[in-house]
């Protein structure tokens, strides 16, 4: 039942309450609920207040309901956690409901319109469960460099459950067939593949924007339309984004959540710009604009229509162009163009301003004007319009900072371990400093996690240290915290700030652009080196609280040297390098060379890059199908212009077809064409290397050195990690590729990882030989009061680790 239909229904429920007899299973003089059947529908709500009371209607198979506002439930002391309160519908196997506070007015209801399908059902903090939370076993969230990240488009990678396949409005102009919507994967389909993920040797895992969307192909999930609520096509009537956490948590996997703060999709956001409401009687109903989005009265009132009917044939442009001008204020841009310069000057690019229309933009919760940066490439994507579907928020505005850290806060409370932050380098880092950073950190410590870690996406597409000569572009620049205390004292934090206050925190953001970005005057760091081959404590003093991913490896890694040398030029920029992502490509871009399609480098150069991803500092992560070099060469992404199929998001689950059981990480039973997966060559090196990583805590967490009193090599580096407390002391020389040799290193046994070959050193010098492009060597120190290995780690029969 869709929105509308359910408060219609209440509403004629209340307006007959006192006149019409009730249609229900139980008597209406029942004020408290038979809980005595133990078939059908169970539920508990978890209150610490008031009694709830549940109003329900259209069950099947036998249709009964309830007068508004429902009957009173039974506490249940019984039950841990100590505030659960208890119905049961007998004979029931579907049913519609809601929770209200027992009084007769529409301001009782304490829950939005649910269902529920047979089985038992826990509801607490606004979100369905499948078991008492207050049962789970305690999660530990660990420190995510210990991980691997497996990266997934979650539509793109295997569907669990096809009744909610779904095509996006535009799948047609893409030729996506009903046998391939663009909404197709989803959690079930994760869950059922955790295994095979795990398998490979990954134990965490990146997906995709959960939030629910809205535009013509947003199968992805960067065009948000409610940063607060799971889009309902990926979750299945029993099976939630949380019962999905708790999954992956019971296997020992971590979910990083996919999360976008500077911008919305052009079809409004519930909170900041509420142009419509999502409504639909079933699922299908989502793959048609008109059956699902339902125009506000703003929206009407503003195309001067008075139906949804009227505003769907008005033309498209027409249609798009008051959408962004309710948003944003298009038509109050007076300075939007006066400023093409290299650095940024007070001009009036995105400034919040007193709308001469109260419907447009009224509280300056976006960037006003319509102007659209045509250059990703500079300052001005900071404020302004990057593309159609990227509606630019008002980062600068307190209150927009607010409802974005609550709206994500509610995601770490369902257990969520990191985020990777979208298109971090569109916001500036002051603003993130001053009302985003420290405010999800402190959100994550008080849903429990200590070790919380989200990493950006600063998009550098270039091979320099430094991004086209500009500190404040570049991805390192945003790991680094304030050194000047005045921009805090100068900075407005409160929610209803004025357009003037709006605009001074900007005004600040050009001052701190113009001051900061000058190469040559930009901190370093010693957090990712060695001092000589002795392992120091981080200095995080300065840390923003934010990562990165490594463009500038990922960019070079047409091959491992290149990608090697300019992460060693780039470290000391870094807070620390030990916490950067690395990969070689994405849902958006390969290495330069290729850089719009699936790496295509060869198999024995992939090989080497994941060689260096495994061993050198910073947190592995591969993106689906890499392992079986998936849609090698074929252009990654092309909107709605050609079949999915044809792209590099293809759909993946036709290589996990067949059944995997993972016994440990790279351990597994597999049959059917998923067997076939994960024996391709890439696959068994992929599940030796994370095997190899797991077993070193210096490939983890390790400072590393490759100075020449310790290190003569191509690619070849000392990594060490040291906790006392831990009792660990993890020593690992590495040398990939060619020969290296190692001096003045502690005597006693090395054994090499990847073979199981021992050398006992006892001049402090250890020496290997050139292994051959894909190979390498990894000698841990296995001496007295080393943290060492038994001999050879991971799946044997490989093709390149050998």
């Not at 442009?317 to 008051?322: A, F, K």
Request: with cysteine.
């Amino acid at each position: 039942m869709n929105t509308f239909k359910k408060i219609a229904a209440i509403m004629l429920a209340v307006m007959m309450m006192v006149s019409v007899a009730v249609i229900s299973a139980t008597a209406t003089s029942t004020d408290v609920a038979d809980t005595a059947a133990d078939t059908g529908i169970t539920i508990h709500y978890e209150s610490e207040d008031a009694v709830p009371y549940v109003y329900y209607w259209n069950a099947l198979p036998q249709d009964i309901e309830t007068a508004y506002p429902g009957v009173k439930m039974t506490k249940d002391p019984t039950l841990k956690g100590g505030n659960w309160y208890t119905y049961t519908f007998a004979d029931v196997e579907k049913i519609n409901l809601l929770f209200t506070d027992g009084s007769k007015t529409l301001d009782g209801q304490i829950s939005t319109e649910t269902s529920r399908t047979t089985g038992e059902w826990w509801y607490a903090n606004g979100r369905w469960k499948n078991s008492n939370y207050h049962d789970r076993p305690d999660y530990d969230f660990s420190d995510l460099r210990e991980d691997s990240i497996y990266f997934v488009i979650t539509t793109r990678f295997y569907d669990g459950d096809t009744g909610n396949n779904i095509h996006c409005w535009d799948d047609q102009k893409a030729n996506n067939p009903d046998s391939d919507p663009a909404w197709r994967g989803d959690f079930r389909g994760l869950a059922d593949k955790l295994d095979y993920i795990k398998a490979l040797g990954f134990s965490a895992i990146w997906i995709t924007p959960v939030v629910e969307n809205a535009s013509g192909y947003d199968y992805h999930g960067y065009h948000a339309m409610d940063f607060s609520k799971v889009d309902v096509r990926y979750e299945s009537d029993n099976y939630t984004y949380e019962d999905f956490i708790e999954e992956a948590h019971s296997k020992g996997m971590k979910i990083i959540q996919d999360v976008v703060w500077p911008h919305t999709g052009n079809f409004g956001e519930a909170y900041l710009a509420p142009l419509f409401t999502k409504e639909y009687d079933d699922y299908q109903d989502l793959a048609n604009i008109e059956k699902c989005m339902v125009p506000t009265k703003t929206l009407l009132d503003y195309n001067n229509v008075s139906s949804a009917a009227e505003y769907y044939a008005l033309k498209p442009q027409q249609q798009y162009d008051s959408r962004l001008n309710l948003m944003k204020n298009t038509s109050s841009a007076a300075g939007a163009n006066n400023s093409t310069g290299t650095y940024p000057d007070q001009s009036d690019y995105g400034m919040a301003k007193v709308s001469t229309d109260p419907n447009c933009n009224p509280n300056n919760y976006y960037h006003t004007g319509y102007f659209q940066s045509l250059n990703w490439d500079d300052w001005t994507c900071k404020f302004c319009q990057i593309a159609g579907d990227c509606v630019d928020l008002n980062t600068e505005n307190p209150a927009v900072a607010k409802y974005i850290v609550d709206a994500y806060s509610n995601y770490l409370e369902m257990g969520v371990d990191g985020f990777r932050v979208d298109t971090v380098r569109h916001i500036s880092r002051l603003s993130l400093n001053m009302m985003y950073n420290d405010q999800i950190n402190a959100a994550a410590k008080k849903a429990g996690n200590d070790n919380f870690y989200m990493f950006g996406e600063i998009c550098c597409r270039y091979s320099q240290v430094w991004y086209r000569d500009h500190a404040c572009e570049s991805a390192q620049f945003y790991t680094w915290d304030e050194s000047d205390a005045s921009y805090k004292s100068k900075w407005t934090f409160d929610v209803n700030a004025t357009p003037e206050q709006i605009n001074e925190n900007m005004n600040l953001t050009f001052d701190h652009y113009n001051e900061f970005d000058n190469v040559n005057n930009q901190p370093t760091s010693d957090n990712a080196f060695l001092n000589g081959i002795t392992y120091h404590t981080p200095d995080y003093s300065q840390s923003s609280g934010m990562g990165a991913i490594d463009f500038q490896m990922h960019w070079c890694f047409d091959d491992a040297n290149g990608a090697f040398g300019v992460g060693k030029a780039s470290d000391k920029y870094y807070n620390d390098s030990t916490w950067n992502v690395t990969y070689v490509e994405s849902h958006d871009y390969a290495p330069d060379r290729g850089q719009g399609n699936r790496f295509a480098g060869g198999t024995q150069t992939w090989a080497e890059n994941l060689n260096l991803m495994f061993t050198f500092r910073g947190i592995p992560c591969l993106y689906y199908g890499g392992e079986v070099e998936f849609q090698k060469g074929v252009q990654i992404d092309v909107g709605p212009n050609a079949p999915l199929a044809e792209t590099g998001r293809a759909y993946f689950g036709d290589y996990l077809e067949g059944t995997v059981t993972a016994t440990d990480f790279s351990e597994y039973k597999a049959t059917g064409t998923v067997a076939d997966t994960l024996n391709y060559p890439l696959a068994k090196h992929i599940q030796k290397l994370n095997a190899i990583r797991r077993a070193i805590p210096a490939l983890q967490k390790g400072q590393y050195t490759v100075s020449s009193n310790y290190v003569s090599g191509n690619m070849a580096y000392i990594r060490r990690y040291t906790d006392a407390a831990e009792g660990i002391d993890s020593l690992a020389l590495v040398a990939l590729t060619d020969g290296a040799t190692f001096k003045n290193i502690p005597n006693g046994k090395y054994i090499d990882a990847v073979t199981g070959d021992i050398k006992n050193v006892t001049d402090g010098t250890l020496s290997v030989s050139a292994t051959g492009k894909g190979n390498m060597r990894v000698y841990v120190c296995c001496a007295s009061g080393f943290t060492g290995i038994e001999g050879a780690v991971g799946p044997a029969g490989q093709t390149y680790l050998k």
